[in-house]
């Protein structure tokens, strides 16, 4: 009876020996977490500033109600998936780093940097060059070089439009009065008032109306060079002084509407175009005479 007590003893410390190995495997070497291109992580930042070597800097800020808005070129709601991309560049890893004393910058592409990232007005990634081998992108960061991949320059690199958000009006627009080409709504005492009336029309068609505008979104957005001229589409938002006006463009299958004094495009589905543009049509009655 002893002799079975010492074994399954035995038994049971070779058993803790094997688990030990297997969760610590010793002798095994230990990798170093990988270098950060910078301190800074997404959530610490609040402030970011693009300078490309074409086109418009950018400005993105954070709110105080964390919603990202553009500054400059425009000054509209971001794209939130689109700066949080960005802002991963922060944590990028890198693959290779050398401090760059004594290196020549022009070597990399750093002596004028193709595209500059300032977080928060203090932290700067230059981006340089690829190198020729992997591809990757040369950056500078503080006075490290560093290599990493290359999707981040084309992010940094990107058109402003691409950091907008694709809606047609900012988070959740309070709509007074929509002025549309064959029709005019607006908001009395709490009810929609409709011009022309629309009498075999609910009240609820209104209200699906104004709905469509908050939530409606583009499917691409570019840069125009009208910013002028008469509005097809006004949008009134409350405690704003000036409404949101709209030209709308038909040309070659594609619908979009121009967003006056902005010099945007905003390219639109054909179906979200009707659902913009009229009441809904009221649902068919059931046929009863169908059992």
């Known amino acids: 009876m002893a002799s079975r007590l010492w074994l399954n003893l035995a038994l049971l410390l070779l058993l803790g020996i094997l688990l030990l190995v297997v969760v610590y495997e010793p002798g095994k070497k230990v990798e170093p977490p990988p270098t950060r291109l910078t301190q800074l992580t997404p959530e610490t930042v609040n402030h970011v500033h693009l300078k490309r070597v074409t086109g418009n ?24 998936f689109r700066v949080q991309s960005l802002l991963r560049l922060t944590q990028a890893e890198s693959l290779s780093n050398h401090a760059l004393s004594g290196l020549q910058l022009v070597t990399y592409g750093l002596d004028k940097p193709r595209a500059v990232v300032t977080f928060n007005r203090t932290e700067q990634i230059k981006f ?12 500078r960061a503080g006075d490290q070089l560093h290599t990493i991949v290359d999707t981040f320059y084309y ?8 950091y907008l958000s694709h809606n047609l009006l900012p988070p959740a627009a309070d709509i007074v009065k929509l002025v549309l080409p064959d029709l005019q709504l607006t908001i009395k005492e709490g009810l929609w008032q409709r011009t022309p009336q629309y009498s075999e029309l609910s009240a609820d068609a209104s ?44 040309s070659e299958g594609e619908i979009s509407l121009i ?19 009229s009441l809904p049509a009221p649902e068919p009655e059931p046929d009863k005479t169908k059992s």
């Open 128 to 139: 340089g060059d690829t190198e020729p081998l992997q591809q990757r992108r040369y950056v």
């Open 155 to 162: 992010q940094a690199a990107g058109s402003p439009t691409n």
């Open 259 to 277: 967003r006056l004094g902005m010099g945007l495009q905003y390219i639109i589905a054909d179906d979200v175009y009707q659902r913009l543009i």
């Open 57 to 80: 800097d950018v400005e993105l800020v954070k709110e105080s109600d964390g919603q990202w808005w553009m500054h400059n070129p425009y000054h509209l709601p971001a794209n939130e």
């Open 207 to 250: 209200i699906e109306l104004i709905d469509n505008w908050q939530h409606a979104q583009a499917l691409e957005l570019r840069p125009t060079e009208v910013k002028d001229g008469k509005a097809d589409i006004e949008v009134y938002i409350n405690n704003q002084a000036d409404p949101i006006r709209f030209k709308l463009l038909q």
